[in-house]
């Protein structure tokens, strides 16, 4: 099966960098996936990395090191909406059936 | 597009009673999942169906669980005898395969169970 773990919460300042890292053990591999959950909204889709290296969108990045089990999501510039749920994510198979970690809350302040 | 839909958003039930829950999946995609989500938890895998077929049940769906997409489109999920271990967000998404490593959620259905 797959276990996930990763920080459960993580405060910051507006403007700091943040970055949440995800340790996985999996049965098999197909590639580590994050996803962004506000209060009572749904997940969405932050990046996906299925092979090691770093995957950068706007202010978030997302690195993978396959030989490590490890990825992380790095928060840029960090905005008050980003305060929210963050979530890695890895497929079981190549049909996208994900298990996710627990989750890591984000706080921003100002 | 608009996204995917689930109806209702939020549903207060008395033990015992069935409940059902509907997702309409963004229009093209043909792979549809549902997922359960309580508090403070990652969402965990209940079940998938690629067009019609219901291809992967979890060992969590136990049998007053069940769900179909009968014409490969919008999907049900039928809670019977409902417990209130069954409270939870009820979530589902679907996904293109041609795009890697993404789904696509609903917002949910909120599930609570007195």
């Known amino acids: 099966g797959q276990s996930l773990e990763q920080p459960s919460e993580v405060t910051a300042v507006e403007g700091a960098i943040v970055q949440i890292n995800c340790t996985y053990q999996?049965?098999?591999?197909?590639?580590l996936s994050w996803y962004q959950q506000h209060d009572g909204g749904a997940p969405t889709f932050l990046s996906y990395n299925a092979l090691d290296g770093l995957e950068e969108t706007g202010r978030f990045s997302s690195f993978l090191s396959r030989s490590d089990s490890y990825g992380y999501l790095l928060l840029q510039e960090l905005q008050m909406k980003d305060s929210a749920s963050y979530f890695c994510?890895?497929?079981?198979?190549?049909?996208?059936?994900?298990?996710f970690g627990a989750g890591t809350t984000v706080t921003v302040r100002a | 597009d608009t996204g995917v839909s689930q109806d209702p958003r939020h549903k207060i039930t008395k033990r015992g009673q069935n409940v059902t829950f509907r997702c309409d999946p963004i229009?093209?995609?043909?792979?549809l999942y549902w997922y359960r989500q309580t508090l403070g938890q990652g969402p965990e895998f209940l079940t998938y169906?690629?067009?019609?077929?219901?291809?992967?049940k979890s060992r969590l769906l136990s049998d007053r669980f069940s769900a179909e997409r009968p014409k490969g489109s919008f999907s049900t999920l039928e809670i019977q005898r409902t417990e209130q271990g069954d409270s939870a967000m009820y979530l589902c998404a679907s996904n293109d395969p041609v795009n890697t490593g993404e789904l696509f959620f609903g917002e949910g259905s909120r599930l609570t169970v007195l």
């Open positions: 999996t049965s098999g591999f197909y590639g």
């Open positions: 994510a890895s497929p079981r198979s190549n049909d996208y059936k994900l298990s």
């Open positions: 169906f690629q067009n019609e077929a219901q291809l992967e």
């Open positions: 229009s093209e995609h043909n792979r």
